[in-house]
């Protein structure tokens, strides 16, 4: 069974820090991997993709990274700020289908 | 193209009652999906579409739950005999085809609540 774990489930970090969200996966043959942002009672924002081949991608504070092999993958926050305050989903792409974590809510505090 | 537009945003019901949401996908996009988030949890994949072919349906989408895209255009997903557990979001998604198949674009969801 796929299936996508997200840790941890909540953070809480001072205006400017620097984190790390964590996402795992069982299953390796995925097509891609994506990074969702959720704000409260609202859709999906597609953050980053990340192709099965490739290592890692970046948007302006955002980087995330793939290891296949591994099965993970990690979504970094540079110089967090409070409007970055939101519930984070990783998913994996396997045929037509996202298999998505829960997520992780993050709070910003200014 | 203001994006996947969903209604209504929300809905409230009474259990035993049918409902219907719409779900207008980016015009271009010939795949669309459903997709079903319950509170403090991912979304769970019910059903795609592409074109009007339904191709692939999970199993959460009991009898109870029916999806059409006749025109291969904006689609409908229907609820009968509502329980209180089908209380969730429901997010559709489009897509294009090739390179992008798998770039999908969430609208905002229809909120439904079973009372």
């Known amino acids: 069974k796929q299936e996508v774990t997200q840790i941890p489930a909540a953070l809480s970090v001072p205006e400017g820090e620097n984190l790390v969200l964590n996402c795992s996966f069982t299953d390796s043959a995925i097509y891609n991997l994506q990074w969702f942002r959720q704000d409260p009672g609202k859709g999906l924002t597609s953050l980053l993709l990340i192709q099965s081949s490739q290592r890692e991608q970046t948007s302006g504070r955002l980087n995330a990274s793939l290891d296949k092999s591994s099965g993970r993958s990690t979504l970094y926050i540079a110089a967090s700020q409070p409007g970055d305050s939101a519930t984070y989903l990783c998913?994996?792409?396997?045929?037509?289908?996202?298999?998505f974590g829960a997520g992780t809510i993050l709070r910003v505090k200014s | 193209d203001t994006g996947v537009s969903q209604n209504p945003r929300h809905k409230i019901t009474k259990r035993g009652q049918n409902v219907t949401f719409r779900c207008d996908p980016i015009?271009?996009?010939?795949?669309l999906y459903w997709y079903r988030q319950t509170l403090g949890q991912g979304p769970e994949f019910l059903t795609y579409f592409q074109n009007e072919a339904q191709l692939e349906k999970s199993r959460l989408l009991s009898d109870r739950f029916s999806a059409e895209r006749p025109k291969g255009s904006f689609s409908t997903l229907e609820i009968q005999r509502t329980e209180q557990g089908d209380s969730a979001m429901y997010l559709c998604?489009?897509?294009?085809?090739?390179?992008?198949?798998?770039?999908?674009?969430f609208g905002a969801g229809s909120r439904l609540t079973v009372l």
């Open positions: 015009s271009e996009h010939n795949r």
């Open positions: 998604a489009s897509s294009p085809g090739g390179s992008g198949a798998n770039v999908l674009t």
């Open positions: 998913a994996g792409s396997y045929g037509n289908k996202l298999v």
